[in-house]
């Protein structure tokens, strides 16, 4: 089993930053490959990013935030962290990290993923 709590939400003007934790217990965490995602209202939901295990040094970014956002990961504090720069009102919405344990070198946002955390909301203000 394995928990994950996210932080760092909240209100940014846009074309600021805004950077995300996500903070792991359980065990075998660091084993786990860690993504991204994010809900708006009325929108389905999308894979951010995600990052591989700590034996990979993969990452992955969706298009839409290439070049503005980078994931990266502690593992001496449990912790993922996903740093979004040049913000965009569309870049708004509730945003969750989950688990999910494969024998892979790559990860990937389009699968099911174990666990996840409840969230955390970023807003954009135009």
């Known amino acids: 089993q394995v928990q994950l709590v996210e932080s760092g939400g909240g209100l940014v003007q846009t074309g600021g930053s805004l950077g995300l934790s996500c903070t792991g217990s359980?065990?075998?965490?660091?084993?786990?490959?860690i993504g991204w995602f994010r809900q708006a209202p009325g929108k389905e939901r999308e894979g951010v990013s995600c990052i591989g295990d700590r034996f990979s040094g993969f990452k992955r970014y969706a298009d839409s935030v290439m070049g503005r956002f980078t994931i990266s990961r502690d593992t001496a504090k449990n912790t993922v962290y996903l740093e979004m720069d040049s913000l965009e009102p569309e870049d708004a919405g509730n945003y969750y990290c989950?688990?999910?344990?494969?024998?892979?070198?790559?990860?990937?946002?389009?699968?099911?993923?174990?666990?996840r955390g409840q969230g955390t909301q970023v807003t954009v203000s135009s």
């Open positions: 989950a688990a999910v344990r494969e024998y892979s070198w790559e990860c990937q946002m389009n699968r099911v993923y174990d666990f």
């Open positions: 359980g065990a075998s965490w660091d084993a786990y490959k």
